[in-house]
C-alpha cells in the first residue's frame, strides 16, 4: 500500500496521456475541450494524491523512489506548470493548427519525468526521469509544423541534449566507480587519493549535465532559440519546470557534502564562476535583443544565475522560494506574449507591441507588473526572492556573488522597463489585433498576478512550507 501511495501521481500523469492519446483517435471523444479537460483532471488527480503524501514519507521500489517533503513541493510546482500550459495551450492550438492529443499527452509525460527526477537520492534514477522529460521535451518543441523554426528549435534541443546526456552518463560512470554507489549520501569525495580525483570528475560531469537543463552558462547556447522557435505554451513550461527539476537534483547532490563539512572548494570555485558568467551574460545578451522571446530567454538565464548563488551558499530554503516566484513570473510573461498575440501570426518583435498598454490596460498592467517582479521591484515577489539570496549569500561570506548579482539586476531594469515603456509610451505604428476572447489565458495572467503579489506581501505560509520541505533535504 505505501508502495501504490508513492506512485498515484506518477500513474495519474501517465494514465491521463494515455487517455488523452487514446482520445485523439476517436471523432467524438478528440475535441480540444475534452482533452484539455482530461488533461487538468489528470493533473488534479495527481495533486491530490502528491498533498496526502506529505509528512508521510513514503517510498517504493527499495526506497529508490521515495516522495519526502522537498519531492513533493516540486511536484506541486510541476503539476502547476502543466496546469497552466494546458490552459496558454487550448486556443493557441487551435490558432496554430497543432496537434492537440500530441500536445497535451506529451506535456503530462514531461512533468510525470521532472516529478521522477526530484522523487529520488537515487542519481541513476534521476537519469531515467531526465530522459523520460527530455523525449518529450524534444517532441513538444517541434510540434508547431507551420514554423520552420519549431523543427529548428526541435533539432538544437535534440542534438545539445544528447551531448548533456552522454555527459550525464559518463559521470556516474566515474562516480559509480569510486564511490560504489549512486546514492547521493554516499557521493562525499574522499579528501586523498587518485579517487578522489575521478570522483570530482564525474561530480563535474553530473553538474554539466545538469547545467543544461538549469540553462546556466556555457550550457546555455539552446535556450534563446528553444524559446523563440517552440510554441508559446511549451515556452512557457520550460520557463520553470527543468529549472526546478534540476536546482533540487543539484541541492541533493552537494546538501550532503555541506552538512557533513565537506565543502570542496573546487566545487565552489566552479560554481561560483559559472554563476558570475550566467549572470552577466544572460543580462547583457538580453540588451540587444528586439524579439520578446528571446528576451525572456535571457532573462531566465539570468536568473538561473541568481538561483546559484542560493546553492553555492547553501541556502535551499531561498532557492526554493526564488523557484516558486520564478514560476509565476515565467509562466505569466509568456502567457502574457500568448495574449499579445493576433489569431493570425503570432506577434514578437518589441515595435510591434507600441500603444499596447494603452488600449488593453488590464494586459499592459499585469506584464508590467510581472516584468516588475522578475527586475525585482518591491513589493512583488520577485524583490523578496533576490533579498533572501542575496542576504544569506553575504552572511555565508559570498560578498562577490551578492555585489554581482545587484549590479547585473540593475543592468536587468533597463531591458524590461524597455518593454514597459513601448507597450505605454511609444505611438503604434499599426493596428495590433488583439485576441480579447481567450478566458483560459486571462485566468492565467490573473493567477499568476495574484501570486508574485502575495508571495510578496503575505509570504508567510509558503515560507512555512519551504521550511518543512528543506528539512528532508
Same mark, same amino acid.
Given at each position: 500500500m505505501n508502495g501504490f501511495a508513492a506512485l498515484a501521481p506518477?500513474?495519474?500523469?501517465?494514465?491521463?496521456?494515455?487517455?488523452?492519446?487514446?482520445l485523439g483517435t476517436r471523432r467524438n471523444g478528440g475535441t480540444n475541450s475534452v482533452q484539455a479537460a482530461v488533461s487538468i483532471a489528470a493533473i488534479a488527480a495527481a495533486g491530490f494524491s502528491a498533498a496526502r503524501l506529505w509528512g508521510r514519507a513514503v517510498r517504493a521500489f527499495g526506497g529508490q523512489l521515495r516522495f519526502d517533503e522537498a519531492a513533493l513541493f516540486m511536484t506541486f510546482l510541476f503539476l502547476l506548470a502543466a496546469a497552466m500550459a494546458v490552459l496558454l495551450g487550448m486556443r493557441y492550438l487551435v490558432r496554430h493548427a497543432m496537434p492537440r492529443g500530441e500536445y497535451y499527452g506529451l506535456l503530462l509525460l514531461a512533468a510525470c519525468g521532472?516529478?521522477?527526477?526530484?522523487?529520488?537520492?537515487?542519481?541513476?534514477?534521476?537519469?531515467?526521469?531526465?530522459?523520460v522529460f527530455s523525449v518529450s521535451a524534444y517532441a513538444l518543441s517541434g510540434l508547431n509544423r507551420r514554423d520552420d523554426r519549431s523543427a529548428e528549435a526541435a533539432a538544437k534541443y535534440f542534438l545539445i541534449g544528447s551531448f548533456a546526456s552522454a555527459f550525464v552518463i559518463f559521470g556516474l560512470a566515474l562516480l559509480?566507480?569510486? /564511490?560504489?554507489?549512486?546514492?547521493?549520501?554516499?557521493?562525499?569525495?574522499?579528501?586523498?587519493g587518485g579517487s578522489s580525483a575521478l570522483a570530482l570528475t564525474g561530480l563535474a560531469l553530473v553538474v554539466s549535465g545538469l547545467a543544461f537543463k538549469i540553462a546556466l552558462v556555457p550550457f546555455h547556447m539552446y535556450q534563446p532559440d528553444v524559446y523563440e522557435g517552440a510554441p508559446t505554451p511549451v515556452a512557457a513550461f520550460f520557463a520553470a519546470a527543468p529549472k526546478a527539476a534540476g536546482?533540487?537534483?543539484?541541492? /541533493?547532490?552537494?546538501?550532503?557534502?555541506?552538512?557533513?563539512?565537506? /565543502?570542496?572548494?573546487?566545487?565552489i570555485e566552479f560554481l561560483s564562476a559559472v554563476a558570475v558568467a550566467t549572470m552577466i551574460l544572460g543580462n547583457f545578451a538580453a540588451l540587444r535583443q528586439r524579439n520578446l522571446k528571446r528576451i525572456l530567454a535571457y532573462s531566465s538565464i539570468a536568473h538561473a544565475g541568481y538561483m546559484l548563488i542560493a546553492v553555492i551558499s547553501g541556502d535551499p530554503a531561498g532557492l526554493l522560494f526564488y523557484l516558486a516566484n520564478y514560476l509565476f513570473m515565467g509562466v505569466g510573461a509568456f502567457a502574457a506574449v500568448i495574449a499579445l498575440g493576433g489569431p493570425g501570426r503570432e506577434i514578437l518583435d518589441l515595435d510591434e507591441f507600441a500603444g499596447v498598454g494603452r488600449r488593453y490596460p488590464w494586459i499592459g498592467g499585469i506584464f508590467t507588473v510581472l516584468l516588475l517582479s522578475m527586475a525585482g521591484f518591491p513589493p512583488t515577489g520577485g524583490f523578496l526572492a533576490k533579498f533572501y539570496v542575496f542576504s544569506t549569500a553575504v552572511r555565508a561570506g559570498h560578498l562577490g556573488l551578492a555585489i554581482v548579482?545587484?549590479?547585473?539586476?540593475?543592468?536587468?531594469?533597463y531591458y524590461y522597463l524597455r518593454i514597459v515603456r513601448i507597450m505605454f509610451m511609444k505611438e503604434p505604428e499599426r493596428e495590433l489585433d488583439v485576441d480579447t476572447e481567450n478566458p483560459a489565458?486571462?485566468?492565467?495572467?490573473?493567477?499568476?498576478?495574484?501570486?508574485?503579489?502575495?508571495?510578496?506581501?503575505?509570504?508567510?505560509n509558503i515560507i512555512t512550507l519551504i521550511r518543512q520541505a528543506t528539512a528532508s533535504l
Open positions: 506518477l500513474l495519474f500523469l501517465v494514465g491521463g496521456a494515455i487517455l488523452v492519446l487514446l521532472l516529478v521522477i527526477m526530484t522523487a529520488t537520492i537515487n542519481l541513476l534514477i534521476v537519469f531515467l526521469g531526465l530522459e559509480f566507480g569510486t /564511490r560504489g554507489s549512486l546514492d547521493v549520501h554516499q557521493l562525499a569525495l574522499p579528501e586523498t536546482f533540487l537534483v543539484l541541492l /541533493r547532490i552537494l546538501v550532503p557534502h555541506f552538512q557533513t563539512g565537506i /565543502r570542496n572548494e573546487a566545487i548579482g545587484v549590479l547585473t539586476s540593475l543592468v536587468s531594469v489565458v486571462y485566468l492565467v495572467l490573473f493567477l499568476c498576478l495574484y501570486a508574485v503579489l502575495q508571495l510578496g506581501l503575505f509570504p508567510g
